[in-house]
């Protein structure tokens, strides 16, 4: 799978809103049949910041993902509510799926 982690610095007057504003661009990516997860979640050491976590079944849909309506729009409409450009780590990993952290095993679980 292809994992991506972004990180997202979000003016803030929209900070606020960034679910919101981001809502089409989640709910179209979400609804790719080569995307495995797309979920945001807020910093809470900066509630100005947002880190994406998303995971495309393989190259060929993140391709996909890239060249889509929603991501094009997403790149025009998005900038402008951010305080710079995103930061992201990008790369392939084995399977499909989120893996056990064993460190913290749950008994019974």
């Known amino acids: 799978m292809i994992f991506i982690t972004a990180r997202f610095r ?8 960034w679910p919101e504003i981001t809502r089409s661009f989640t709910d179209a990516t979400r609804a790719e049949p080569g995307c495995l997860w797309f979920d945001w979640s807020r910093s809470v050491d ?3 910041e947002y880190v994406l976590v998303e ?12 060249s889509s309506d929603h991501f094009s729009n ?4 998005l900038p402008q509510y951010l305080v710079e450009t995103p930061r992201i780590v990008n790369f392939e990993v084995p399977g499909d799926e989120w893996s056990e952290l064993g460190e913290m095993k749950v008994d019974g679980a």
């Open 46 to 48: 900066d509630a100005n």
């Open 55 to 66: 995971a495309f079944r393989d190259g060929a849909a993140g391709g996909a993902h890239v």
């Open 74 to 77: 997403a790149r025009r409409e």
């Open 10 to 17: 979000v003016q803030p007057d929209a900070a606020d809103r």
